[in-house]
């Protein structure tokens, strides 16, 4: 069995700021990749910011990967961690301002699909027996309370206002399974699952961002958004997502932290 690329899509959440997301498939494997906004001037990777900057080296270690999905994604921390050492420009100011990114991966092993993931990214799988999340069902009740909890329209204030900034810093200095520098940090972390797989069974790839349809907004379930892109696509996706944001834009119906995240999705079949 190989995967075959249906379709992707990539939206970054202004137009203005570059897209720290990555996606990418082979014909084994495939990956989605969620830079975390930088909370920093960039400086410590030179220009770039810290989250393209890890996005790009740990996409370019998958596209150059292959084999058992465990063994690939050792391979492609250690990867990132000598990329790191080889790069930075200087010694970062705090734990914050380290690189730090979610990521999903799934590899066809045999008769069966292994997935691995850290942080938020989301993997769903529509088979003869259904619609299932391969990674954990996501919920984003606690970020919607902390980010109402900085008060209304956080978001539209953009995640650089002061008070942002600071609540974030904190956070990221709480442990948390993410792609990061570390290599060991990262393989500790990382969580992966197994599951039957068939010729014709569809899987979806995707970024919080894009997510957002169904863990913030609701719009969809998992089982309704794949009967949708199975109908229409991705793009239509696209637009309704842009559209609930925009007039939501002050980010009191949905608070959150950016008015618009980048959004990334990557569809594949088996065949």
């Known amino acids: 069995m190989h995967f075959d690329l249906i379709q992707t899509l990539s939206l970054a959440g202004k137009n203005s700021v570059p897209n720290d997301d990555r ?7 495939a990956w989605v990749i969620d830079g975390a906004t930088d909370l920093g001037e960039p400086g410590l990777m030179g220009e770039r910011g810290g989250a393209a900057w ?6 370019r270690a998958f596209a150059g990967a292959s084999g058992p999905l465990a063994e690939l994604c050792n391979g492609v921390f250690d990867r990132v961690a000598a990329d790191y050492a080889r790069d930075r420009q200087r010694e970062p100011v705090a734990h914050w301002e380290l690189p730090r990114a979610s990521l ?3 590899a066809i092993e045999g008769e069966s699909l292994a997935c691995g993931h850290l942080g938020d990214c989301v993997v769903i799988h529509r088979s003869a027996s259904g619609v299932a999340f391969l990674t954990p069902e996501p919920n984003r009740d606690t970020e919607q309370a902390e980010a109402a909890a900085l008060g209304p329209g956080t978001g539209a204030d953009n995640v650089r206002s002061a008070h942002v900034l600071a609540d974030r810093r904190a956070a990221r200095e709480r442990p948390k399974a993410v792609l990061s520098v570390d290599a060991e940090q990262a393989k500790a972390g990382m969580h992966y699952a197994r599951a039957p797989l068939a010729r014709g069974d569809d899987l979806l790839l995707m970024t919080d961002g894009f997510a957002a349809l169904f863990d913030t907004y609701r719009h969809y379930d998992a089982a309704t958004l794949v009967a ?4 229409s696509g991705l793009l239509p996706l696209a637009a309704e997502l842009r559209r609930i944001e925009l007039e939501d834009a002050a980010c009191l ?4 932290f950016k008015a618009s995240d980048d959004a990334s999705v990557i569809w594949l079949r088996v065949g």
């Open 253 to 256: 119906r949905y608070p959150r």
């Open 23 to 29: 996606i990418g498939s082979a014909e084994q494997h």
């Open 228 to 231: 949708r892109v199975l109908e």
């Open 104 to 106: 999903a991966a799934v």
């Open 54 to 59: 890890l996005a790009g080296s740990a996409h």
